[in-house]
């Protein structure tokens, strides 16, 4: 304590200051928040799999509480991980701007001058031929940047080593700025539509949707996007998918006229900065629900989640409109097979042979508790069950307090829309900092002396290496060689 | 021919390439054992004597370096795409890129000593590949058609050939560092290069491989950006990708900044070469997220 006192608050400040932008505080730095990174692969992330992280809980919840209070499930935007990268960049900007200056400034300045003893240096040889000017007349020609003085010469090259590596960290920060924007002002959500139906960009058509801290939700392109036609191509040995393939109509601003367009995989639709994914695809079950005078109580297509790679998919239906009311727990296969292990499962992904098996309650659907319901699971709790089916294509089963009947499907999909403004600085940042590095590492930084031999009628030639870089030798070489070539 | 045809060929360039290793391997062995002499009850080392084997070792490493490019290039023609797909090809090309880093790196820094390590290191990797990894070849899922697939994976397979090799290197290093300080080398090891040598090849290689690796991050990214809707998400192999470039990031400013040199640079080059192992056994293998597909 009385250091501190007897140097000051202020030298105490930039004490820690040169510790911050030490080399080697970056370097532990760095390697640590290599570290950091870890536990965000080996734990599941909320931000990837929230699903997982509710999983692990309940397998492990002792554990599961205290790796949650390290925020073990959240790496990557916790405060101890964010620090480190804070201080990271903090400390790589209190290196790079000072550097920056510096290597501005000696850019414009002289060489420095020869040092006096030259055979410290290396590839240090004295010889009786030559001249400065003709060591001048090859600096010039190889493009170094020299000093001549009275009765010697400094010259060095390779100044674009340094350049590149500033380039390169500058861009890593330009990089962070990109990230930062993207998050601050970005725009996540997904939305799953059947084929036929139409995507409206309002936060309303969305089944999930976030947005950055300083992005209001006023700011969505008015665009929409209607799904005409979805094809799903299958290898037909192992039911690995080898094509989807979505066609939407686009209208931007929505209203305006349509344009039609293709969504693949790896090409999404463009609209300013913001994109649309084609990310999964399934089957909605057609079903129409009667009560028992035969009036329609629910019609219409069900989105069902697949659950295997044959698209063996489960879904609810929902009729709140009868008395009492009704729920079916579905399951759809798009061909069928059924054997003593698994029961009835898809062989295909592909509709060749649809089934619909549901199960069928009655009682309180629990709409109206005012919890939150996912549209893909019946609440059973207060229901009870009145009857298993397995539906064909077009074929009605009568559950005695009314029917059902199988009319067909649609297949939906899965849009993601992102938003992201800052990704073009991350791109920019990214190419700007491979040059920098291509630029710093395979450039060679060496000085080159000539001086004319105080005892003799001579001249000394030495040079140095930044790194010790191969080569240098071989180009003094070619400077003597030149200044042989004077004795002729 | 039909695709069938292409990947059996492919197969037997495979097989023929890992005999061609073998006798590289037995080559290069018979090249070190048989150069010990004693003289005077003293155990000394006369390479003259074995350099026609040496000769020999290195023709079948060249051999094998061609029939290995043939068998990559017939699993693309048998698969219709790039042979990029799944664990098998990344390892038979890993495997070419390795064995093409030793020749490259033979002809210009004269590393014959390296011959018999790099054969046994490609004679593990294929005999894993061949009978562990091996799948029939088959076209690709729709997430995996894109040309970024050519670039962002040869990239990272080009990348992964090198740092192995500089870890081969590394770890040379430090077995003969450790020789060294007890006392000196053994026979065997008398005709490798000096340590600074080592250590010098060692950061030349990492040097030369981390702006590609850079790049095979950043295609990787641009893909992801065009595939997933994020270029950057924390999946496992993102992750992983990552610790690699900061690990090797860190080894160049240990040795270029604070000027590390030797045993502290060779240890550190070998952590980050092995998060990069890491990162393709485990994370192919056991990890999730989204680099899993279609079995390995």
Redesign the interface.
Known sequence: MTITTELGAKSLASWLWRQLTS??T??IL??L??FA??P??IF??R???PL?VSDYFKSNPGTAKFLDQLQMFD??SSPWFSSIYILLFISLIGCVLPRTFEHLKAARAKPTLTPKNLSRMEFHSENNFGSLDVAEAWFKKNRFRYRRDANSISAEKGYSRETGNLVFHLSLILILVG?GVGSLYGM?GDAIINVGERFINIPTSYDVISFGKLQSEKTLNPFSVTATDFKATY?LK?G?????KLTVNIADPVGSKEISKVV?????LTFGST?V?L?ANGYSPLVTVRNKTGEIKYQGAVIFLPQDGNLTSIGAIKVPDMQPQVGFIGSFVPTFARNSERGAFSSYPEVLDPRLLISIWTGDLGLDSGNPQSIYRLDTSAMERIGLKTLKLKESYNFGEGSITFEGWTPWVNL?I?K?PG?IY??LG?IF??LG??LS?FTRSRRIWVKESASESGLEIAGLAK??APGLENEIAALVNEMRKTLR | MTSTDYAYLSNYAIYSAMVLFTVAFLAHAVEVAFSVRNLEEKTQFDFSRTKRSGDIGTVMMVLAFIFLFAAVILRGISAHRVPWGNMYEFSITGALAFTGAYIFALWKYKIRWLGLPVAIAVLLTLGTAITLLYRPSAPLVPALKSTWLAIHVSAAIISGGVFLLANCIAATYLILDRYETKGGRPVWALKLPALEVLDQLTYRLVAFVFPLWTFAVIAGAIWAEAAWGRYWGWDPKETWAFITWVAYAAYLHARVTIGWRGRKAAWLCLFAGSTFLFNYVYVNVWGTGRHTYSGL
């Not at chain 1, 690995?240 to 989807?244: I, L, V």
């Not at chain 1, 693949?264 to 999404?268: A, E, K, T």
């Open positions: 080399m080697r970056a370097l760095l390697l928040l290599g990174a870890i965000g692969s599941p992330q931000s990837q799999n997982k790496v990557y990230v996540k290898e192992t690995a998918p080898s094509d989807y693949r995989v790896n090409s999404p994109k994914y990310q993601q992102v992201d990704k991350a791109l990214s900092a491979i590095l291509l590492l790194n010790s």
